[in-house]
């Protein structure tokens, strides 16, 4: 399948690229390229395969969500770079 110059262009501005003229024309063959192997794939029988969002079955283990009393204050503070009394104390990144 053949992807035309103006499609590339087309594609370029919705990802706000600017493509020079040889990049459009790479672009076009890399794309007619991807798009010829993806066609391949309709030759595949898929009748009666299921529909998967990956090749292996996947499941979470979560751990059981229990309530634990936090270190103390002073604990964690004496581990920081630099701390005032009660908090963490950051350089200023907004003005």
């Known amino acids: 399948m053949r992807i035309s110059r103006e499609e590339v262009k087309y ?3 919705l990802s706000r ?15 007619s390229r991807i798009l010829d192997y993806v066609e391949k794939l ?20 979560f751990r059981e969500d229990i309530v634990k009393e936090s270190l103390p204050r ?13 908090f963490f104390k950051v350089p200023k990144i907004i003005d």
């Open 17 to 31: 690229l600017e493509l020079s003229e040889d990049e459009i024309e790479i672009y076009q063959e890399q794309l």
């Open 74 to 86: 002073d604990e964690v503070l004496k581990n920081a770079p630099k701390a005032t009394d009660k």
């Open 42 to 61: 309709n030759e595949l029988n898929t009748y009666n395969v299921e529909p998967t969002s990956h090749v292996i079955a996947l499941s979470n283990i």
């Open 11 to 13: 594609i370029a501005m």
